[in-house]
């Protein structure tokens, strides 16, 4: 797919961050957008802004980890658009960092409810229409280099759930590939830099029935990691979300099923585990960990 004008968009987790980002560059090109996010007064307020420019959007309260969510996101799409052509299943949430024995049962109720089996409802509830619609259509699922690569060990929640979107999107792409169907598959591996996004405030989504069943540590803020690094004279780079957003959707025109800047040095990275692996040994270089 190389023309996105007049193609049905739907955007999870699109009302902040990466994936206004996205919105706002598929609105550039023209297509219609529906907004899936689960703070409807942010997603209300995004919708309203980006409808500024003129493009089509339209937003739906959706809460990625309930599949009657997210099957109502996609009755609405498929009233108000008749159809779907790119579904970017970008929502996503985080844990605390911790050991695996100081995680609690809700860390992973909850991380792994909206990663994993929000990405899995999205291509429950879309990708069976959009086969049957005919017409030449993408999934984009976000993962992430923790997980998706090679994973951070004391984030071993968000990672493992990152993991899973990886290997079970690389299954999709290969069985709409043999199925015969219209449709591509994609990683969207966001990286470049760091990212300062909604990630670091995660928990304010966080549904009090899956509370963290032992308090945890405040988590640092975006400001306090960059104070941080200031004070140890580090200069941090953060990547601009517009333009790894535009990079997405050349990912997608160019057939990219790995989405991402940097492919040389993940191919480094890749190559050195699979060489660890094949001595047997831990895949993950300690030596080589950022200071904990």
């Known amino acids: 797919m190389d023309d996105f004008k007049g193609k049905v968009a739907v955007v999870t987790g699109g009302a902040g961050g990466i994936g206004k980002s996205l919105v706002r560059a598929l609105l550039a090109e023209g297509a219609r957008v529906v907004v899936g996010d689960v703070e409807e007064n942010v997603l209300n307020e995004t919708v309203a802004e980006l409808g500024e420019g003129g493009g089509e959007i339209s937003g739906f309260r959706t809460d990625v980890s309930q599949f009657e969510s997210v099957s109502a996101l996609a009755d609405h799409v498929y009233e108000k658009h008749g159809a779907c052509h790119l579904l970017f299943n970008n929502a996503g949430v985080a844990a605390p960092s911790a050991n695996i024995w100081e995680t609690t049962p809700n860390d992973w109720r909850w991380v792994h409810g909206v990663n994993i089996h929000g990405v899995v409802y999205g291509i429950q509830a879309f990708v069976p229409r959009m086969i049957a619609g005919g017409e030449p259509g993408h999934i984009i699922n976000t993962s992430s280099g923790d997980g998706g690569i090679s994973p951070l060990p004391y984030q071993s929640v968000y990672a493992s759930s990152k993991a899973a979107v990886s290997t079970l999107t690389e299954c999709l792409g290969a069985q709409l590939e043999t199925e015969g169907t219209q449709l591509k598959a994609s990683i969207f591996y966001p990286s470049g830099g760091l990212l300062e996004t909604g990630i670091w405030t995660t928990a304010r989504n966080r549904p009090q029935e899956l509370a963290r069943e032992v308090e945890a540590a405040p988590a640092p803020s975006i400001d306090d990691f960059k104070e941080a690094a200031k004070n140890a004279g580090m200069e941090l780079s953060f990547q ?47 030596q080589a960990l950022p200071m904990m």
């Open 240 to 286: 601009d979300l517009d333009e790894l957003a535009r990079h997405a959707l050349q990912g997608i025109r160019d057939g990219q099923f790995i989405i991402m800047f940097g492919h040389a040095e993940t191919e480094a990275t890749l190559s050195d585990r699979a060489a660890r692996i094949g001595r047997g040994e831990l895949p993950i270089d300690l």
